[in-house]
């Protein structure tokens, strides 16, 4: 079993920063791929971004591609989002996401996840 909990999120205006931080907790957490998704008003949950169960593999949606930048520390247990460059399409809830198993190596579809966090509200003003 693993616990997913976000932090991080708040009002921002157009062309500034946040950084979401997930703090895990279970006993295998370090060995699963993980992931950050969103869910905008009226919207379907999308793929934000992810990250192998070391860091050695990212994937990024196109429409944040060169803004955001997913990382992990293993040590603490947590995933990390630096949203930079954000901008008012980003607002949305967004959620941090943890493989369904251990053979995953990225998840990037809603099927491939096992945990999910409570989600954290960011709003980008304009």
């Known amino acids: 079993q693993v616990q997913l909990v976000e932090s991080g999120g708040g009002l921002v205006q157009a062309g500034g920063s946040l950084r979401l931080s997930c703090a895990a907790s279970?006993?295998?957490?370090?060995?699963?791929?993980m992931g950050w998704f969103r869910q905008a008003p009226g919207k379907e949950r999308e793929f934000v971004a992810s990250i192998s169960w070391n860091g050695g593999r990212l994937q990024y949606a196109d429409s944040v591609k060169g803004r955001f930048t997913i990382s992990r520390d293993n040590a603490k247990n947590t995933v990390f989002l630096q949203m930079n460059s954000l901008k008012p399409e980003d607002t949305a809830v967004y959620y941090c996401?943890?493989?369904?198993?251990?053979?995953?190596?990225?998840?990037?579809?809603?099927?491939?996840?096992?945990?999910w966090g409570q989600g954290t509200q960011v709003t980008v003003s304009s």
């Open positions: 996401a943890a493989s369904r198993s251990t053979i995953i190596v990225l998840i990037t579809m809603i099927i491939e996840v096992g945990y």
């Open positions: 279970g006993r295998t957490s370090s060995s699963y791929a």
